[in-house]
């Protein structure tokens, strides 16, 4: 079957840095997303990854290891804006998204 | 202002009725989703349309069908509402589709179902 593993829920602190992790699962592979999605709003597109490595865009960046079928989104300085979950979403064969259910991040003071 | 709107925003529906969630975009996408979003699960695929004229099945897709007549709109039909339908509904579009690569889906706010 297809899955996505991500942690359901992180707390960091204002001005920290945090590291989302993400698994996946999927019949065949042409890519991994990340959005954000704050509270009652539609996602928004965050990265990219194809090709092993990291994307760096910002206080984001975004790691891919194919081989090892992992990703993560690390989020340096946090800010309270940044409170919100972030959906990773694998690309399969078909090219079709496969969506994990997210991570809700909470940034206390 | 480009983007993709949806309507209504929110609705209570009672079982058995027939409703249309209405998806409009105007960026001139050539793709086009829509997803189910409910507590605890990632979002899930319904049906989407690469192009004008075409349509497919997704990951969920029993209950509803689609038609894309045009570019810019991408109507969701229950024809007979169950509360197992009641969630969220994405509407999203995205300028390629059909695997190309980074193809970057916008979404549309949102409508909330309830089905009584």
């Known amino acids: 079957g297809q899955n996505i593993d991500q942690p359901t829920e992180m707390t960091a602190t204002e001005g920290a840095i945090v590291q989302i992790n993400c698994t996946y699962q999927?019949?065949?592979?042409?890519?991994l997303f990340w959005y954000q999605q704050h509270a009652g709003e539609a996602p928004t597109f965050l990265s990219y990854n194809v090709l092993d490595g990291l994307e760096e865009k910002g206080r984001f960046s975004s790691f891919l290891s194919r081989s090892k079928g992992y990703s993560y989104l690390l989020l340096k300085e946090l800010q309270m804006k940044d409170s919100a979950s972030y959906l990773c979403?694998?690309?399969?064969?078909?090219?079709?998204?496969?969506w994990g259910a997210g991570t809700k991040l909470i940034i206390k003071p | 202002i480009a983007g993709i709107t949806q309507a209504p925003t929110s609705q209570i529906l009672a079982a058995g009725r027939r409703m249309t969630l209405r998806c409009t975009q105007d960026m001139r996408h050539n793709a086009m989703y829509w997803y189910r979003q409910d507590l605890g699960l990632g979002l899930r695929l319904i049906h989407y349309s690469n192009t004008a004229g075409t349509t497919g099945k997704g990951e969920v897709p029993d209950g509803y069908s689609v038609s894309r007549a045009n570019t810019d709109d991408f109507p969701l039909t229950l024809a007979s509402a169950v509360p197992s339908q009641t969630s969220v509904y994405f509407c999203?579009?995205?300028?390629?589709?059909?695997?190309?690569?980074?193809?970057?889906?916008?979404f549309g706010p949102g409508t909330r179902l309830t089905v009584l």
């Open positions: 999927t019949s065949g592979f042409n890519g």
């Open positions: 999203a579009s995205s300028p390629a589709g059909g695997g190309k690569g980074l193809d970057e889906q916008f």
């Open positions: 979403a694998a690309l399969n064969s078909n090219y079709q998204l496969i």
